[in-house]
């Protein structure tokens, strides 16, 4: 008999990141009982990394900027496939959101006048992203627990949840053990929030923290929920290429925002060379036109480099393809320009983006105020995710799962706006914790479960178990650059029908890989563990993309690089079928209401 430790809430809460964090506050502020399991640390939740800012139309420094705006930036952005209704919901919501974590105390970059200052950022119309210089989610993380700390909540941290738990059809926990000394815990409860962010560690160069492994996707699916447009993946287009260790890292597009520009190893500006059509109206086609929208200029149209983050990385990497990209394999950001343009320019770049700064100086020995930056496509967000419903949050296929952040999909579509994520976190973490409790409520106490969590205990040690000639390690580098290879940001029918193949075998391997040693702090256990995961997401990505043929936001098909109409009618729809098998199918949305689609015409 496997010993395991029982805690009992009505609602539990997976992951302690801007969602997690939000949603039990919430959940909370209503009366229930609720707990917070991280595999982190408190205060260490992927959020803290978000750099740029978060998107909400306040209209602080263009008050022509509107819910309306924001809304239709949204869906453009998101090649209409969004689900129309959290578009809604996040647009119209997120300046009084923006404004309560101000009342908790998140002290924002002001305007001159005092109010929350806002920067650009790409694909939105106007300057929307409220801002703490280049930290801002660090503000956000320590705003929240600040505030929550007091609201009665448990947190449970270092512990990792490897299987959610049901009663019936209905959700009844999650089962999972402590990092530090490896005991296992089951945490009973009457609704359960995921909000365990993204998936990027299934590729080799990403911008993600070692959390990022599909679990909440992973966990869902197995439970018996749907994942939605898995195929949509971001690969941001400025990630540090140089040095090796690390590749990857975010550069924001903060620096771009702030007058930042893009050159070859020719020193061309060769986002000038190709400006979408639905954009062209928007876009500078002059360096001197971008510099004026950079400063303020509500005339100005912005500058190409602000484009969205799927036609930047596509532009990069044709750089780099045509020979034109820089010694390390990306191409030059150039910030330190602006000398010419404004006295004083060295502390003006550090004071608006200090942890760039501190960041190539610490780790490339680049001093940005002074020289250029080499940057190349770093994968960076996951759009798809837990199918759940507008308005509540939870799993239309699974009773008392709710899921909100980044583990969840429908409000980016196709592609995300840059800031779009941290208010989604408020936005939508909010609405998970008040119906999760609502929910939680209405229900009785859960069962009994100790037989299958004695089954769940058995499959976690087994690692132990077997022969350690192949560890997990092997399998998860080699899953990694398969993903980035064959399945990154061009795609090819055959490279990713290769890829499939692939995760087979990797899958074969995964459920034979040992483990030695014991299971007090070993993280080559835990990232046997993890392997499931991996493989999980990586097979939706790869089942939804090959079906998916045409581009169209963060789906780039080499094979078919135009976007398709018909495409543009369905969401690609996963879900596990009776034979352990992953069964896909197209689901067309509803249609958008009246009122929203006069809105996306008036604003086009
Ligand atoms: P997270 O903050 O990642 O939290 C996930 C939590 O789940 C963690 O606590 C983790 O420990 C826990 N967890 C995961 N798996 C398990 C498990 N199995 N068991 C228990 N706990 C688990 N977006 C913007 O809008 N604006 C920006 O400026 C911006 N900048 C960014 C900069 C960088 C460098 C990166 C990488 C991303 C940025 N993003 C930005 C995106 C944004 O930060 C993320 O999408 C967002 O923070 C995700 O928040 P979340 O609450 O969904 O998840």
């Known amino acids: ?103 908790w105390g998140a002290v924002f970059d002001r305007t001159k006048d005092g109010k929350i200052l806002q920067r650009n950022f790409g694909g939105h119309r106007y300057p929307r992203l409220a801002h703490v210089g280049d930290r801002t989610g660090l503000e956000m993380i320590r705003t929240l627990q600040d505030h929550g700390v007091h609201k009665g909540i448990t947190f449970y941290m270092e512990q990792t949840t490897f299987r959610l738990l049901k009663d019936g059809d209905r959700i009844a926990g999650a089962f999972g053990y402590d990092r530090e000394r490896g005991r296992f815990h089951a945490w009973k409860a009457k609704a359960v929030i995921l909000a365990t962010g993204g998936i990027g560690r299934a590729f080799k160069i990403t911008s993600n923290s070692w959390e990022y492994t599909g679990d909440g996707q992973s966990l869902a699916y197995h439970a018996g929920a749907e994942l939605l447009d898995m195929e949509f993946v971001q690969f941001h287009p400025t990630g540090m290429v140089w040095p090796p260790s690390v590749r990857g890292i975010l550069v924001t597009e903060g620096v771009r925002g702030e007058g930042g520009v893009l050159k070859n190893s020719e020193g061309k500006r060769f986002m000038f060379d190709d400006i979408p059509d639905n954009y062209k109206s928007s876009t500078a086609t002059d360096p001197e036109e971008g510099w004026r929208y950079v400063t303020g200029d509500k005339n100005a149209k912005r500058p190409p480099e602000l484009l969205t983050r799927d036609h930047v990385a596509r532009c990069i990497r044709r750089e780099v393809k045509a020979g034109r990209g820089s010694p390390h394999g990306g191409v030059f950001l150039d910030v330190a320009w602006i000398k010419e343009k404004i006295p004083n320019s060295q502390e003006h770049i550090k004071k608006k983006l200090p942890s760039m700064y501190h960041q190539f100086k610490a780790l490339a020995d680049i001093d940005i105020t002074t020289e250029p930056m080499e940057v190349g496509p770093t994968t960076h967000y996951m759009m798809g995710g837990v199918r759940v419903d507008p308005d509540s949050q939870m799993s239309p296929t ?132 993890d392997l499931d995961n991996l493989l999980t997401v990586s097979e939706a990505i790869t089942l939804s993309a090959i079906e998916r043929k045409e581009s169209r936001g963060g789906h780039f098909r080499d094979d078919f690089p135009a976007k ?14 009776a034979d352990g098998s992953m069964s896909l199918r197209r689901e067309t ?16």
Not at 64 to 87: C, E, I, S
Not at 409 to 433: E, I, P, T, Y
Not at 564 to 577: S, W
Not at 589 to 604: F, G, H, N, S, Y
């Open 398 to 529: 699974v009773p008392g799962l709710f899921a909100a952040g980044e583990v969840a999909a429908g409000l980016h579509g196709a592609n995300r706006l840059g800031g779009n994520s941290l208010s989604d976190l408020l936005v939508f973490g909010k609405r998970a914790g008040e119906y999760a409790a609502k929910y939680a409520k209405d229900q009785k106490p859960v069962s009994h479960l100790e037989s299958e969590i004695e089954a769940i205990a058995k499959e976690a040690l087994a690692p132990f178990d077997r022969d350690p000639k192949e560890g997990p390690y092997q399998v998860q580098y080699e899953l990694q650059d398969m993903m980035q290879d064959l399945v990154g940001i061009v795609r090819v029918e055959d490279e990713m029908k290769q890829a499939l193949a692939g995760i087979a075998k990797l899958r074969e391997r995964a459920a034979v890989v040992g483990v030695t040693s014991h299971r007090e702090y070993n993280p080559g256990w835990h990232t046997a563990l």
């Open 1 to 103: 008999m496997a010993t395991f430790t029982t805690h009992e809430h009505d609602v539990l809460v997976i992951g302690a990141g801007g969602a997690g964090l939000r949603a039990a506050i919430e959940a909370s502020a209503a009366g229930v009982n609720v707990a917070v399991v991280t595999k982190s640390l408190l205060g260490k939740a992927h959020t803290v990394m978000a750099e740029g800012g978060m998107a909400a139309a306040m209209g602080n420094v263009d008050d022509r900027d509107n819910w309306k705006v924001h809304f239709a930036d949204t869906m453009r952005g998101g090649q209409y496939l969004n689900q129309w209704r959290m578009a809604e919901h996040h647009a119209k919501e997120a300046p009084d959101r923006v404004r309560e974590l101000e009342a």
């Open 589 to 604: 949305p509803p249609p958008m209401r009246e009122d929203l689609k006069a809105i996306v015409e008036e604003q086009k």
């Open 564 to 577: 398709d109409p018909e495409y543009g009618k369905f969401n690609i729809v996963l879900k596990k079928a």
